[in-house]
Each structure stands twice: as structure tokens, then as C-alpha cells.
């Protein structure tokens, strides 16, 4: 059973849209949640990280936490073709290490 | 600037070769880790470590070998008796008193000829 997950995609959102990501994970005791964009044949690149249930804005991009349901959420607001990408959800789970735990990725296409 | 240094950026492997990925890190990082991505798999763990001369296997640690003897560098060994080693190798690293968040290098792309 994976332990994150997303839906592959792709998602196409048009230009100035809202895009919506979606991640849910199956450790109850996981602590903290991130969010990673990865353009193709790039290294993943640290977007968004969360830690608290309820929403954190950092400029277009909001990241919504619910640990009751196990539910992390990526909001895009002004959907802009560099946008498009890879999103990966990662969690961090109990135990030692401080490990991530990896999604396999949303992949959003923005179009004009 | 800081940051981590993965090389070579691409790689060919023989069978029955074994082969060293590079990754150095200037954040004075006390974490590091490999990654191994394949289409539509994700991101795996293959080891990490947390401090020098320590390490810890990751999920798919069977074929790989590493070793931690600089703070800075955390080199990642392919060998044989790993079967399907073409992927895309990620390291990353990560502040321990920080953001638990990761830092990753530019990856290398390993491919078996």
C-alpha cells in the first residue's frame, strides 16, 4: 500500500485559472508536509511546507492541511504556463531519520 | 552560492560495472540522502545518513553502496548486483535545526548500455 497519494494527471487548468492538487497519506502520526515542483528532466525545487492544520498563503501558491482526513492540498491562483509541471507531494513520518516520503507526482499543464 | 553538486550529470554503465555518483554539499548540512526516480514510481530512498561515518538503508538499498566520511560529500556506489540501475539519482540534504524540508542537487541520469 503507498503511503502518499496523488492522482497522475494531467491536470489542465486554462491561464489564470485556479489549479488544484490533491495528496492523501496513510500514517497518522506524520508531522510535516511538502510540496515540490519538478519541470521535466529537473531536480525537485521546494515550493510550499506545512505543518499545522488550515491554510498557508505564500504569494500565488496555498497549501491546506487536514490531519483528521489525512488530506493535504496544493492551491496555484493565477495559473501562469511556467506553472506547468510536476507537483510532488512529500511526508515526513514518525521515526528516525527525519525521512520524506515521496508521491509520484501530479503533473498540471497550464494552457494559454 | 550554496548548494549541492551532483556529477557526472550523465552516465553510461557496462554490464557488470560499477560505477560512483558524486554529491557534495557547501549548506553545511548535517542530512543527506539518495533518491533513485523512475517513471512514474516516484521518489524511492535508497540511503541516508545523518551524521559522519554514519549511515542508514533506505527502501531499495539492495545494489547500492555508499559511504560518509566528509560532513560534505555523500557518494552513492551502483554496483552489479543492481539489476535495473537506469534512473534518474537525486540527492538531497537538509539542516537538522531548520525546516525538515530537503534541498536536492541537479540529479544524475544513469543509463545502462
Known amino acids: 500500500q503507498k503511503e502518499v497519494e496523488q492522482n497522475s494527471g494531467p491536470l489542465s487548468v486554462p491561464e489564470g485559472a485556479i489549479a488544484s492538487l490533491n495528496c492523501t497519506y496513510s500514517d497518522r502520526v506524520s508531522q510535516s508536509f511538502f510540496w515540490y515542483r519538478q519541470y521535466s528532466g529537473k531536480s525537485p525545487e521546494l515550493i510550499m511546507s506545512?505543518?499545522?492544520?488550515g491554510d498557508k498563503e505564500d504569494g500565488r501558491f496555498t497549501a491546506q492541511l487536514n490531519k483528521a482526513s489525512q488530506y493535504v492540498s496544493l492551491l496555484i491562483r493565477d495559473s501562469q504556463p511556467s506553472d506547468s509541471a510536476t507537483y510532488l507531494c512529500a511526508v515526513r513520518h514518525g521515526g528516525g531519520g527525519n525521512k520524506l516520503t515521496f508521491g509520484t507526482g501530479t503533473q498540471l499543464k497550464v494552457e494559454l | 552560492d550554496g548548494g549541492i553538486t551532483q556529477s557526472p550529470k550523465y552516465l553510461f554503465r557496462k554490464e557488470g560495472q560499477n560505477v560512483t555518483l558524486s554529491c557534495e554539499q557547501n549548506?553545511?548540512?548535517?542530512?543527506m540522502y539518495w533518491y533513485r526516480q523512475d517513471p512514474g514510481q516516484g521518489l524511492r530512498l535508497i540511503y541516508y545518513?545523518?551524521?559522519?561515518?554514519?549511515?542508514q538503508k533506505g527502501d531499495i538499498a539492495e545494489g547500492y553502496s555508499v559511504s560518509r566520511e566528509k560532513k560534505e560529500s555523500f557518494p552513492l556506489t551502483v554496483t552489479s548486483a543492481q539489476k535495473n540501475p537506469t534512473a534518474f539519482y537525486l540527492c538531497?540534504?537538509?539542516?537538522?535545526?531548520?525546516?525538515?524540508?530537503?534541498?536536492f542537487g541537479s540529479g544524475t541520469r544513469l543509463t545502462v548500455v
Open positions: 549548506l553545511n548540512h548535517d542530512a
Open positions: 506545512i505543518y499545522s492544520n
Open positions: 545518513s545523518q551524521i559522519v561515518n554514519d549511515f
Open positions: 538531497a540534504s537538509r539542516k537538522d535545526d531548520t525546516t525538515y524540508g530537503y534541498t
